[in-house]
C-alpha cells in the first residue's frame, strides 16, 4: 500500500495562477481532509469529504474548491491564487470520521 | 466554537526521562475523540495515540500514555523513557461531527 500520495511536493505560483494539488489513497477509505500548516497556527481544515460524490467546507475554504468523483482522489483546486496562500498543504484520509487519520508527505506551495 | 489549547510552544527533556505535554480543548459536544499526532523534521504527521471521549480507561501505546480528565477537559501525553528520536513537534487534536481541529503544538527537544 502506498498510503496517502500527494503531488507535487513543492510548487512556486505567481498571484492570479490557478492549479490543482492532488492527493490519492489506496486503503478505500471514505473519509478525506485537506489542511493547510501554518508557522504558530498548527493544522486548519480547509474541506473535507465522507464519501464520493459528497464534500463539505472546513475551518479556512475560502480560495479553494474540491471535488470528490471516485473513493480514491480528493483534488484540491487553487482558483486563483494569492500570497496568503503560502503553506504546507496536508491531505488525509480515515476509514470513518473518528478513526485515525492518515496523512500524506504534504505540498509546499509558495505564491509570489 | 471548538478549540484546543497547547500553552507550552516548547520543551525539553533528557534523554531517558519523562515528560509530559499539556492539551485542553473546548466543546459543547458529548461524542468526540482526541488525538496527539507527532511532526518530526521530515514534517510526516504521525498518530501517537488516540482516545475515545466516551471510555474512562486513558489509552496508552508503549512508551506514551495520556492523562485524559473530561471534566475538566484535558488530554495531556505523558512520555516515559525520552529517546532521541521522539524530537519533533506534537499536535494535540480533537475530532467531532467530521471536523478535525488541532493546536498549535508543542515542540519537544530530547537532550542526549
Known amino acids: 500500500n502506498a498510503g496517502v500520495t500527494q503531488t507535487p511536493k513543492f510548487q512556486v505560483l505567481k498571484t492570479g495562477q490557478s492549479m490543482t494539488l492532488q492527493c490519492a489513497q489506496d486503503m478505500n477509505h471514505e473519509y478525506m481532509s485537506w489542511y493547510r500548516q501554518d508557522p504558530g497556527m498548527g493544522l486548519r481544515l480547509i474541506h473535507y469529504?465522507?464519501?464520493?460524490?459528497?464534500?463539505d467546507q472546513g475551518e479556512v475554504p475560502n480560495g479553494y474548491n474540491v471535488s470528490r468523483s471516485t473513493t480514491e482522489d480528493f483534488p484540491l483546486r487553487l482558483l486563483s491564487a494569492a500570497p496568503s496562500q503560502t503553506s504546507v498543504y496536508f491531505c488525509?484520509?480515515?476509514?470513518?470520521?473518528?478513526?485515525?487519520?492518515?496523512f500524506g508527505p504534504g505540498t509546499r506551495l509558495l505564491v509570489l | 466554537a471548538q478549540t484546543v489549547t497547547q500553552s507550552q510552544p516548547e520543551m525539553s527533556v533528557q534523554e531517558a526521562e519523562t515528560v509530559t505535554l499539556s492539551c485542553t480543548y473546548d466543546?459543547?459536544?458529548?461524542?468526540?475523540?482526541l488525538f496527539w499526532y507527532k511532526q518530526p523534521p521530515s514534517r510526516q504527521m504521525i498518530l501517537v495515540i488516540r482516545q475515545e471521549a466516551y471510555k474512562q480507561q486513558n489509552a496508552t501505546e508503549n512508551r506514551f500514555s495520556v492523562n485524559f480528565q473530561k471534566a475538566a477537559k484535558s488530554f495531556s501525553l505523558k512520555i516515559s523513557d525520552s529517546q532521541l528520536g521522539d524530537t519533533a513537534m506534537y499536535f494535540c487534536a480533537f475530532m467531532t461531527g467530521n471536523q478535525f481541529y488541532f493546536g498549535t503544538g508543542t515542540s519537544l527537544t530530547v537532550i542526549p
Open positions: 466543546t459543547s459536544e458529548n461524542n468526540y475523540y
Open positions: 469529504s465522507v464519501g464520493a460524490g459528497i464534500t
Open positions: 488525509a484520509s480515515s476509514s470513518a470520521g473518528g478513526e485515525t487519520q492518515y
